[in-house]
């Protein structure tokens, strides 16, 4: 059988450095490489699409941040069940968190160059979390987690930069995201939130839920409890709201493993969060407001390196 490399990346610096001795590495494999930045998602499905012969394998490495690999991978279930057959996904983590490639065994940033050492040999299929709100009626996937409350704010804050936030993001990364961290714990105002699943019905104010395929939500910070590949199930967490001073200690803890008291974690296969006012969304590092929105799985077509 035929093999067709897709490289799809959003940096430039990175790609010019590790192409060539890819492409070098496997020469009987034909690659193309497509820079994210110039398609949006339904022409990226098309150029999907147009690489696809019959009885060929796709290997799709995505190259980019969480934010990246959430647009890859749904414009991969946009596509027809037999293509997405063919396909083996591989990630390469470039962003400043990468949730979606941190195991609870190695949750350090990537080494510079992890992409001549993807084995697609064990490429497999695993269960990708669904949302849909009630402005869109539409299925978004995410491979990691969603997030409400005080993360959300802080990515939404990190993507909304002001004039300190662009000074810090243009000189220290990682100043930046402490910096957003901080402004979100003492700047979120909480609300009021109906969440709903087979095993609970709750109403009250929280300053964090978390809904997850994985176990890390930011940097190091991470839950106590999340589904494997093969489980179908959603892992739930849920921190009411508190004072700042309780909040930073709060999440203190969910970086050192030792969970706030307060936490209610849980498990289903259906969750449906509801509150009167908008609040923000963050999947995979990209940002939405609604105001219900439902969430369930599904298990992929295509296969993504573990």
Sequence with gaps: MNTIDLIIHNSLA???????????????????????????????????????????????????????????????????????????????????SND???????????????????????????????????????????VANCSIGITAHGNNIYSNPGFIEEFLKRSNANLMMLYCAIKALFSYKSSLFKITTPKLNLQNNYDKIGITRMKFFSGNLHY??????????????????????????SFISFSKGNFPKSLISSSANEVQIESEDPFLIEFDGELQRAKSISFSSTLSQFKICP
């Design 100 to 142: 979606i490639l941190k195991s609870p065994q190695n949750y350090h940033v990537l080494e510079q160059r992890p992409l001549i050492r993807l084995n697609f040999d064990k490429a497999r299929k695993q269960y990708l979390g669904i949302y849909t709100t009630n402005e869109n009626n539409q299925n978004t996937h995410f």
């Design 14 to 96: 990175y790609l010019s450095k590790i192409t060539p001795e890819y492409i070098q590495k496997h020469k009987s494999v034909d690659t193309k490489v497509i820079d994210l930045a110039s398609h949006e998602l339904e022409s990226l499905v098309e150029t999907m699409k147009m690489i696809y012969k019959k009885d060929t394998a796709l290997r799709f490495i995505s190259m980019g941040g969480d934010g990246t690999h959430n647009i890859v991978v749904n414009a991969i279930t946009q596509l027809s069940s037999g293509v997405q057959e063919s396909i083996s996904l591989g990630l390469i983590g470039l962003g400043s």
């Design 224 to 249: 106590p409890s999340y589904p494997t590949p093969k489980e179908s199930n959603l892992s739930i967490h849920l921190l009411p709201s508190n004072s700042i001073i309780k909040r930073i200690f």
